[in-house]
């Protein structure tokens, strides 16, 4: 889309906020182009195919992973963006970015950096993301990170909502303090309206394709999903419609059912919020008090249903759960080790290690397994534990 036929509240590349350090612009791409192009080119990107959410990367090359993941979200963001008139790049850099912080063995990785680091800092993976793009990729000459814009880097930070202000009592995540204070994100508002798209393209997103993932684990039934308010309705509809399909048919084409269904709702209520509130600019819809872009009530009561669903019968179902302590140990152990013996860390992270149990030697620790994929993990715990590995 043209940036002429943005909506006045869409974010305009030329009216950027823009980067912490300055540095000439690109004559042929948008400056959010230019942001989604560093995220695809960055090395956390590349890591994200071998990372995963539910399980492990080497349970089968079928499953999501966090690079599919952001694809997905991506596209959804790219679709929503453009029918609202919305700047397509800025949602799009934002949906690839979200997950960049995201350690090993999705949540159960995350979970246990966030015990180990309870005494150091602590762990949040939305501040891991924002210390990949300000600070632990290094590329260019000029500047650590990826030097992102003002607009991307808040929607990454922010895309759930604000983090200060009325009603936030809890501290900062320390990664997110420090860079808010020499580059101010408005933490007390909400994001772009960009931003809220990507946050809402995540929900979408992860909730079919976690649909998809437990079908396919045998985890849970089609039959089980009937229960279901909207997902059940739509299995049984195409159940109808097409007697006999296959099962891995009939299993799609519920599922690419569930997402437009879920993207029309959202266009829906976002239309009529911005309707409502009339935002003139991005900062009014900043300040507007709460989420513009939001699926209707309906909608969000069949969203919670359906969480509530996979909470129990596919993230706290024994064979995940097993999974899920065998890598938390894997992360607690490594960590554990790198903080009594930093002299362990490979010699481009003990070089950025102080003294043993220091905080800055957990927080180097923490780095270090946070950027890992799934298998090399696992390959890096068989050499530190296993007296027959190879280093």
């Known amino acids: 889309m043209s940036e002429m036929s943005l909506a006045p509240y869409a974010s305009d590349a030329a009216k950027t906020r823009g980067r912490l350090v300055k540095e000439p612009e690109s004559s042929t791409r948008t400056v959010y182009q230019r942001d989604r192009d560093r995220i695809v080119h960055a090395a956390a990107f ?70 180990a680091m309870r005494d150091w800092g602590g762990f949040d993976h939305n501040a891991q993301t924002l210390r990949i793009l300000t600070k632990l990729e290094q590329r260019y000459a000029e500047f650590d990170g990826l030097n992102l814009t003002w607009e991307t880097l808040e929607g990454v930070v922010k895309h759930n909502g604000p983090l200060a202000g009325a009603g936030h009592n809890k501290p900062l995540p320390e990664a997110i303090a420090e860079y808010n204070g020499r580059h101010d994100l408005m933490l007390a508002t909400w994001a772009s309206a960009e931003a809220q798209v990507a946050a809402l393209a995540d929900d979408i997103a992860y909730n079919n394709h976690d649909i998809d993932d437990g079908l396919r684990a045998g985890l849970f039934e089609i039959a089980d999903l009937h229960a279901l308010p909207l997902v059940g309705d739509t299995f049984r509809e195409v159940e109808r419609r097409y007697p006999g399909l296959e099962r891995a048919r009939l299993i799609n084409e519920s599922i690419r059912r569930l997402i437009d269904g879920m ?129």
């Open 46 to 115: 590349r890591r994200l195919e071998y990372k995963t959410q539910v399980f492990v990367n080497h349970e089968g090359d079928y499953y999501r992973t966090r690079l599919t993941h952001s694809l997905e979200v991506a596209q959804i963001a790219r679709s929503v963006a453009r029918a609202l008139d919305l700047n397509e790049d800025l949602a799009e850099a934002v949906a690839l970015a979200h997950d960049l912080g995201h350690p090993p063995f999705g949540h159960a990785g995350e979970d246990a950096l966030k015990d």
């Open 263 to 391: 993207v029309n709702d959202l266009l829906a209520e976002t239309r009529r919020r911005l309707a409502a509130a009339k935002p003139r600019s991005p900062d009014e819809v900043r300040k507007a008090g709460g989420a513009l872009v939001a699926f209707g009530a309906d909608m969000e009561a069949h969203h919670r249903a359906l969480r509530a669903f996979l909470m129990q019968r596919m993230y706290r179902h024994y064979r995940v759960n097993r999974m899920t302590s065998k890598a938390r140990r894997v992360v607690a152990e490594m960590f554990q080790l790198f903080v009594s013996e930093p002299e362990c860390l490979p010699t481009e992270w003990r070089a950025l290690a102080a003294r043993k149990n220091t905080a800055e030697t957990a927080r180097v620790a923490t780095d270090y397994i946070a950027g890992m994929t799934d298998r090399y993990a696992l390959d890096e715990h068989r050499r530190l534990f296993d007296l027959h590995a190879r280093n």
